[in-house]
């Protein structure tokens, strides 16, 4: 690799370059725990990036509770630290989404009506010209904003309800209450950057990756209620989903293991601890 | 905002800002598909980079197809794109993966023993000081490379086949033949950005977003026999699951369809094509 040259200045693209590799080799074992990183000079030489980079990069690290700096000692790798992340079931999310928007706080940052853009007409099915009911809200627990969710509702529907209803209850309440008979659901999930606002509303840095959800939501006619696009941070929330093989004739398949899809009482397949007040939720620790 | 100052050379972390700001605009309608976006002087003016970093905004833009550059008129926004990506049925992912080992190509990037990170030991439930057997593949669909699968399997069972076994033969497979009975698996669903050696091979920018999914997959003992850590390129795999209302006594309930779980035949609840060699998965043009 070339000679460093010596910025005063932190090159940004280079910085996440070095803690997205360091980051790489602390999860998957690489730099052991509690082994002492190289110095900033031969870190900076390794990577062909000014000392300020490499800084940069050991801040993030630091700040994620990947490594410790230790003044007048060096910098050390921690063991991974345990964070608590919202664990969603996601075979049986709905019944923990009306549980969490019990549970948990919302921020309402924009609500309107609006031309459909071609995605949410054709997901919801909505004749030409129809206009939906936006509206962007921000779920927070614990004081940490970990969901950004836009949601897209037929304008006969979102009429039957306030922005203030929508602040305090949550929509598929909302849905069912004006009347529609939600019956089925089809959930895509993705990852996605996090755009400048995103960004700023879920407390991460631009260019973040979250964990991206979109949801179409239709009642026992097949027609649209809701379109869901839903980012989540993926430090504070993950799904989960519990599979089991099963024989069937003579070949084996995997199926979900859900509550009502297999007929077993909730409690029975669980060996963590459940969230007494959020049944839907585990609250766990998650090894990093 | 200050004026821009006008450097010659790109800004690439206000560039990514930039490019994030007008995907999501674009994304979400506010700029509506066929529209003229404002000239790239405005749009340096607007966001207070200079022209290059605008113009290099633009091109990530024009390379994912959000936006067309006409020389001599200007840059317009693209009615959103239909790419082709893979679709996995979330419920019942693994039949699918068995079938995706024989359909995709692989690339085996590394393959060894080693003593396990303490997430790996755990999640197999391994006494202290036993070692696993670690792969890295790379799995590729029509020459695009969409997955980056670490594996991490007991020794005892990794040493019953070899690594030319492991690039022609699906590692479910392997396991079974070793005669593993595979039981029950656990599958966590987030997101990462990818560093340096992954975004390489997965042919995507250093901290592209990506799905993630850790599956740890029993026997019928309860024993540990995988751990995988799997990154997928969202815009070539997402997972996808069904979900239907179900009356459970008084109370309505969410279930998963699956075939095995729901009882059903796999083609009653499906509206889009199957491909025909690959049952499991579904290769559909999704509206971006």
Redesign the interface.
């Known amino acids: 690799m070339a000679a460093p040259s010596q910025p005063m200045v932190s090159e940004?693209?280079k910085a996440?370059?070095v803690y997205?590799?360091l980051?790489?080799r602390i999860?998957?074992?690489a730099l052991a725990?509690t082994a002492r990183m190289p110095s900033e000079p031969d870190l900076a030489t390794q990577h062909g990036v000014s000392r300020v980079t490499i800084r940069s990069a050991l801040e993030r690290l630091a700040e994620e509770g990947l490594v410790e700096r230790r003044p007048g000692s060096g910098t050390y790798v921690r063991?991974?630290s345990r964070t608590a992340t919202l664990?969603a079931d996601?075979?049986?999310?709905?019944?923990h989404l009306v549980e969490m928007g019990r549970s948990t706080e919302v921020r309402l940052l924009a609500f309107g009506y609006?031309?459909?853009?071609?995605?949410?007409a054709?997901g919801l099915g909505l004749d030409p010209g129809e206009e939906v009911q936006r509206s962007v809200r921000v779920r927070i627990t614990d004081g940490m904003p970990f969901s950004y969710l836009?949601t897209y509702v037929p304008k006969r529907i979102g009429i039957s309800y306030s922005e203030a209803d929508l602040r305090s209850t949550p929509l598929l309440e909302l849905l069912e209450r004006s009347g529609a008979r939600?019956?089925?659901?089809?959930?895509?999930?993705?990852?996605?950057?996090?755009?400048?606002?995103?960004a700023d509303a879920l407390g991460v840095e631009?260019?973040?990756?979250?964990?991206?959800i979109t949801r179409i939501v239709k009642d026992e006619t097949g027609a649209g209620v809701e379109y869901l696009y839903a980012l989540?941070r993926?430090d504070l929330y993950?799904?989960?989903?519990?599979?089991?093989?099963?024989r069937?004739g003579r070949s084996m398949?995997?199926?979900?293991i859900?509550?009502?899809?297999?007929g077993r009482p909730a409690g029975a397949r669980r060996s963590e601890p459940r969230n007494a007040k959020n049944p839907g939720i585990v609250k766990r620790k998650t090894?990093?």
């Open positions: 940004p693209r996440l370059r997205l590799h980051k790489d999860l998957s074992g725990p063991s991974p664990v996601f075979s049986n999310v709905f019944t609006m031309l459909p853009t071609p995605a949410v054709e836009v939600v019956a089925s659901a089809r959930q895509t999930v993705g990852a996605s950057q996090a755009g400048p606002e995103i631009t260019g973040a990756a979250l964990l991206s989540y993926p993950e799904l989960q989903l519990d599979l089991e093989r099963t069937q398949r995997w199926a979900a859900s509550p009502s899809a297999a090894t990093r």
